[in-house]
Nanobody, 124 residues
């Protein structure tokens, strides 16, 4: 089992920044690739970013590329999502998730463990 707890969400004006954190406990954090997803009201959960177990490889949705940065600190069992130049369309509940597979996936169903989510609201 891996337990994930997100933090860092909040209300920010358009153009602002937020840094989300996801603290992991349980089984070996460094053996999992980690992803961030988001879900806006009435919409499906969508992929935001992924980082490999070592941190050497990262992947982003086109909608956030150049604005968001995913990173991890395996010594602290934590993954981060730095969000800059936020837009109102970034408003959603953000979830972190763990994937034990080495195959890169942007599909929510491929991720084994999920956090409870943190709300991000961007005002115009």
């Amino acid at each position: 089992q891996v337990q994930l707890v997100e933090s860092g969400g909040g209300l920010v004006q358009a153009g602002g920044s937020l840094r989300l954190s996801c603290a992991a406990s349980g089984r070996t954090f460094s053996s999992y690739a980690m992803g961030w997803f988001r879900q806006a009201p009435g919409k499906e959960r969508e992929f935001v970013a992924r980082i490999s177990w070592s941190g050497a490889s990262t992947y982003y949705a086109d909608s956030v590329k150049g604005r968001f940065t995913i990173s991890r600190d395996n010594a602290k069992n934590t993954v981060y999502l730095q969000m800059n130049s936020l837009k109102p369309e970034d408003t959603a509940v953000y979830y972190c998730a763990a994937d034990g597979s080495r195959v890169v996936s942007t599909t929510p169903g491929r991720y084994e463990y999920w956090g409870q989510g943190t709300q991000v609201t961007v005002s115009s």
